[in-house]
């Protein structure tokens, strides 16, 4: 059964506290009529590491696809000297984090 966004979230912050990471869920979801305030392309979680460096995590259940403007962002923090990762799940229906520096494109 695949996994849902919710159960990558959740998963995703458990590992990234086990790394000593400090994330938080961003969201720019609208409400009612107003409008989500946040740039496109930001990350559904972001933090930094024990180390003070930036990290973006973007959540990506199976069969999702990255925007164009969450490519950027991602390829962005990375070039930045930042971790972005995409969190999904592999083919036994696992979470995983895929960094940035593995994509294929």
Not at 36 to 61: M, S
């Amino acid at each position: 059964m695949d996994l849902s966004a919710s159960e990558l979230t959740k998963w995703a912050k458990e590992y990234s506290k086990s790394k000593k990471w400090r994330v938080t869920r961003m969201n720019n979801t609208p409400i009612q009529r107003r409008k989500g305030t946040i740039e496109k392309g930001w990350c559904d979680l972001i933090g930094y590491t024990d180390k003070g460096l930036f990290v973006g995590i973007e959540v990506k259940k199976k069969g999702d696809k990255l925007s164009i403007e969450q490519i950027e962002r991602l390829k962005d923090i990375y070039e930045s000297g930042g971790f972005s990762y995409i969190c999904t799940e592999n083919t036994d229906n696992e979470p995983i984090l895929i960094s940035w520096g593995e994509m294929k494109f």
